[in-house]
């Protein structure tokens, strides 16, 4: 079945890194990809998405690529700040329902 | 726009008891989704709706798991009997789907903690 598979974290980085998110999809046809981010305590607030091959997809300073040739929809940002600390998730349409990846957390420390 | 609500946001039940969770989606958006979540992992699909209509139900949504959608407008979710395996964050999400096309992006309230002592 369709499924996400996300680099697993922690991932821990200084404030103003660069920031890679690693996802890879498997899934028949080319379904609507998606970025969730979770802060503490919070439900999951809807990122950025993309919709078919080659979309970029972008929003606050992340953006991702949707990349059919090697089923993948990586997560970047050039500049990260404290407050981007959060889990995020990948996710692609499977059905009616999202299927989303076990999570990445990311920790901006100042 | 006030975004999805979700009603409690934290239930603390003893094993054996029913609880019933509800859910507010964004007043023009016709689907309804329920998810359950568990620590370190993603959401995990349990059940629609298209309006008032229930049209999908996951593996996961066992006998004890009711969900209603009457009129249409919010949502229930009702686990009887509860277990101790059913404590997690259980989340509702909306969206506005039109004709064969629309948007899949899918708007999450914050959930309800549900622990099962």
């Known amino acids: 079945g369709d499924s996400v598979t996300q680099m697993e974290g922690p991932v821990t980085l200084s404030e103003e890194a660069f920031l890679t998110i690693n996802c890879t999809y498997t899934?028949?046809?080319?379904?609507?990809l998606f970025w969730y981010v979770q802060y503490p305590g919070e439900g999951l607030q809807l990122l950025l998405k993309?919709?078919?091959?080659?979309d970029k997809g972008s929003n606050k300073g992340f953006e991702a690529t949707y990349r059919k040739e090697t089923t993948s929809f990586h997560l970047e940002k050039g500049s990260v700040q404290v407050s981007d600390s959060a889990v995020y998730f990948c996710?692609?349409?499977?059905?009616?329902?999202?299927?989303f990846g076990k999570g990445t957390s990311l920790l901006v420390t100042p | 726009d006030t975004g999805v609500s979700q009603d409690p946001r934290h239930k603390i039940t003893k094993r054996g008891q029913n609880v019933t969770f509800r859910c507010d989606p964004i007043?023009?958006?016709?689907?309804l989704y329920w998810y359950r979540q568990t620590l370190g992992q993603g959401p995990e699909f349990l059940t629609y709706?298209?309006?008032?209509?229930?049209?999908?139900k996951s593996r996961l949504l066992s006998d004890r798991f009711s969900a209603e959608r009457p009129k249409g407008s919010f949502s229930t979710l009702e686990i009887q009997r509860t277990e101790q395996g059913d404590s997690a964050m259980y989340l509702c999400?909306?969206?506005?789907?039109?004709?064969?096309?629309?948007?899949?992006?899918?708007?999450f309230g914050p959930g309800t903690r549900l622990t099962v002592t």
């Open positions: 999400a909306s969206s506005l789907v039109t004709g064969w096309t629309g948007s899949y992006e899918q708007y």
């Open positions: 899934a028949t046809g080319y379904p609507s």
């Open positions: 993309a919709t078919k091959a080659d």
């Open positions: 996710a692609l349409v499977s059905g009616y329902a999202l299927n």
């Open positions: 007043s023009e958006h016709n689907r």
């Open positions: 709706f298209q309006n008032e209509a229930q049209l999908e």
